[in-house]
């Protein structure tokens, strides 16, 4: 507020005259902060369009003698225009009464008035209504999309960028929304941006469980802790918070086996981080360290927040009889929404990779409950059974799974899958070194070990139909077709019922028709004969796939807890291998199987990130149809724009790809056996 | 410079976002509120003096309003707090059925014992009432917590709510003090605890609120 005489309250009219005359002649501001406050804080108090409004009614007003306050109030307009450009492209309210005002200063004949409320040059901000922004693949190099090999820089420059998109799009209404009336209705910025910072925190949990042994999982936190360094030398504080987050969650810093193998000095940073984000002193360490930073700077959200919601509280808008606004209050609420706001127009530094950044967010794409994620790091290293446990954690309340929709985010089905496509492009486009729409097993399975226990998008169990489900693993990103979410790449088990995936979890709410026969209906150049679904599921119908389907001679030893189920293996666009087992059928899944099966991590163990190990029989039974390249969804419905290729596909393609180990099976339609009725 | 009280004890305010914690808060320590001094590390109005039964206890209370949601920044708070005020909304049923994860993050998260109340807050607004007191005063039952109806724009109860949990911190604390004399022997210790937290929570009647 500077010199200005209003002192602790003044009314908007009082305001705009003052910014106003806060400009000289020549339209110069000498360094007065009102204007920029007053033009970024109207928005608490009034509309974008209802303050133009104002200039507009007091422009003519002004007569001949008194130019100098015309042309002022057009320096002012123009201020606005080139600080706030945003709202002069998204407000269309705002553009409007702009306009009028361009045609009122031409009709007074001020050609010099009419240049500076030019809002045509301002370059579309479009981008910011969109919640996620499509960037055109830019660069073609190859990247490694394994996350063993990814430098600590490349993953704080991609996290970054990830955050940076993120949080730009967050308007001041959206903060302003948030602090108000304290909830994400509406709010699908903010919402997402929260999401990602939970997702990191989550992901940096995951990948640490992720790894079996305690020296492995001391790799990672190392990693971690390096990324949070080059997160914190970017100076993206928001990030770092999550990721320092994470690990100091409870399920990673009860690892105690785990932390005798970190090196001294990388305790010793982790230390200083997480005294850096700490929440002492209202998080002193951290303001003082953001403070000093010069630049492109991410602030962490959580904490202004909170400043935004304690500065709403503490002083009223209004003072007096409601008619002045409260300038402390104004001002305290500017420092903060200053430096949120000031994101928008900053540039990123980084030149992303854009594959990395589909393998990014798609791994961020969590939703895990923080009961799972305690439960896995309890099988990793479990209590010590020496020391007493600690009564109250067997016995503890249950929360109500409908606790997740009202406070977690969950992902949205649709994003999800739009980010899967991504990442299997980008995979291809890395991998498929031959272009052929294959890429080999080993490369896969190292791909697939970005994704550790990607599977659990939880679905509320409930009551539904029977169904005779079959347990499959993947090895290829599949929808759940009831909730849309990721079914899974490897190892935990996924359901698949009359030609329809669904999670495990989501079978019993499976309202979807029963598919089979709009798939036989689609594979019916292939297979005319399809129609027979209700045969037993050792004894195919289809002599084209007899061979495709084959019995699963012995029960696998890595894998004792499936030896009932049918298992497929998919792996590049649309193949899989397809290994059955003893029993093709269980099904009555019971609601009180746990979201998180036992014997789901018993793979995890034994596999390594991998599939169940198994014989398997490569079928040489492929095409080299350029189309498999793609995502197999696109069409909308799985599998059936690539089965004809498939069925048909000639034996020569397959000799040709000695190292690819898969075939195409459209086995699921075979194994309806008995109906659960 | 000497002490200006006997003990510190940490509180942590839980609820969902919008059921009014910053808004207790700032009723309670409003008289010690400064609003000249807030521009450096943002407004924290966290410090309170108490008398309880002749001691002098300063509590310092976390308020994760606009945090809510940030997951990991929410369970920085826990770890140090020995005491908690669950809040919820008494216009806002999903804030009320909210509690049980409030609770059982708590539960899990913390190591250390935790004293623990629940209040209802925006009693005032009692048109637009979507939780009866006689279910609050039930689910406080059934976590052994005392319970208070409150309302911070209309000042009920608020001091009362908080001074009710620091007494309970500090009989809290006097039983530790007792236990950590009685042995030395940090297993025993720990045990002690862990058997304090299921023996001593407190099944008082309920609280009457006075709206």
Known sequence: MGSSTLGKAASLDALLNECIHGFDDSGDLQANPLPRIVLLMHRWYVTSSELARKLLMIYPIFGDNCQRTRLKICYLMRYWIVTFPAEFNLDLGLIRITEEFRDVAAQLGCEEHFKFIDISTIPSYDWMRKITQRKKQTKKGKASLLFDHLEPIELAEHLTFLEFKSIRRISFTDYQSYVIHGCLVDNLTLERSIALFNGVSQWVQLMVLSKLTPQTRAEVITKYIHVAQKLLHLQNFNTLMAVVGGLSHSSISRLKETHLYLAPEVVKIWNEMTELVSSNNNYSCYRKAFNECQGFKIPVLGVHLKDLIAVHVVFPDWIGDGKKVNLVKMHQLYMTFNELVSLQSAVAQVEPNMDLIYLLTLSLDLYYTEDEIYELSLLREPRNSKLPTSPTTPNKPLAPLDWASGVATKPDPCLVNKHIRKVVDSVFRNYDHDRDGYISQEDFESIAANFPLLDSFCCKMGPGFVHNFQEMTYLKPTFCEHCAGFVCIYNILPYVYCGVNCHKQCRELLVLACRKLIRSGSLGSVSPVRGTHSSLPSSPTLPVYEDEVFEFPAVTPAVPALDTQSITLMTGSAQRISVRLQRATISQATQTEPLWPEHAWEVADSGAHTFPKMKYRTHRKMSKNKGFACWENQSGRQYQAGSAPHGTGSSVDSQEKPDVSVEHVQNRVTHRTKVME | ?211
């Open chain 2, 1 to 211: 410079m000497a002490k200006q009280y006997d003990f510190l004890f940490r509180l942590l305010m839980l609820g969902d976002s919008g059921v009014g914690k910053t808004c207790m808060l700032r009723r309670f320590t409003e008289s010690d509120f400064d609003t000249t001094h807030i521009s450096t590390i943002g407004i924290d109005f966290k410090m309170k003096t108490l008398e309880v039964d002749g001691t002098k206890v300063r509590v310092q209370i976390w308020d994760t309003a606009g945090q809510e949601r940030y997951q990991t920044i929410t369970k920085q708070y826990y770890r140090r707090a020995q005491g908690v005020i669950f809040v919820y909304d008494i216009t806002d049923k999903l804030s009320f059925k909210h509690i049980a994860k409030w609770v059982s993050d708590v539960d899990e998260y913390t190591t250390q014992k935790m004293e623990t109340i629940l209040v209802g807050n925006k009693c005032d607004e009692s048109l637009r009432r979507e939780v009866s007191k006689n279910q609050g005063t039930k689910l406080a039952g059934s976590y052994g917590m005392e319970f208070f109806e409150t309302s911070a724009s209309k000042n009920i109860n608020i001091s009362e709510s908080f001074e009710r949990l620091t007494e309970l911190v500090l009989q809290a604390h006097k039983r530790d003090v007792d236990h950590l004399l009685g042995s030395l022997d940090s297993y025993l210790d720990k045990a002690g605890l862990e058997e304090d937290k299921e023996s001593t929570v407190p099944h008082c009647p309920q609280r009457s609120c006075a709206c």
